[in-house]
């Protein structure tokens, strides 16, 4: 034999090794994945209950932290308004009061529900630091307005 066939016997053994020896890489990985797929699916079946469990059980603190933060802001809302009552005109008790009740406002916990309102009253409050600092009636007047619709929009802010 002539040493192009012994060549070409000797590199074809090792072709045909190295062309086992990658199929059963590929055979190897696609059985690995196939694996790696069926955990992954018995997992999200597992996440998927506990997930719904996760959801309720947010669903009831989500209601529990809504009840707490009504609770907090109608006190809150309740002295304001009371107090607020007793000025007719814009004064330093007034400007201190509405300060203090931003900073009780600021400072509480808002549940998602109630990020809207929250603004609403803060910001209302805001405008009313400024229309007393500036002795501003007409802004104050103007202020009135938008406390009534506030107000009416949450009724339970000043029901006792």
Do not use: C
């Not at 506990?50 to 603190?61: G, L, S, W």
């Not at 406002?105 to 109630?114: A, G, H, K, V």
């Not at 307005?145 to 029901?159: G, H, I, M, R, T």
């Amino acid at each position: 034999m002539g040493k192009q066939t012994l060549f070409v016997k000797y590199h074809f053994k090792q072709t045909l090794i190295l062309l086992v020896v990658v199929l059963m890489v590929v055979v190897f990985k696609v059985i690995l994945e196939d694996t790696q797929i069926f955990k992954i699916k018995n997992q999200a079946k597992i996440m998927g209950v506990a997930t719904e469990i996760n959801t309720k059980q947010t669903e009831d603190e989500q209601t529990q932290a809504n009840i707490q933060y009504q609770n907090k802001i109608q006190t809150i809302m309740r002295e304001y308004i009371k107090a607020r009552a007793k000025f007719m005109n814009p004064h330093q008790e007034w400007l201190f009061l509405a300060k203090n009740i931003k900073y009780k406002l600021i400072n509480i916990d808002t549940p998602q529900y109630y990020k809207d309102l929250h603004l609403k009253l803060i910001i209302l409050l805001d405008k009313e630091i400024q229309a007393i600092s500036e002795s501003n009636q007409e802004k104050i007047n103007i202020l009135n307005q938008e406390w009534k619709a506030v107000l009416d929009q949450y009724f339970w802010l000043n029901s006792e």
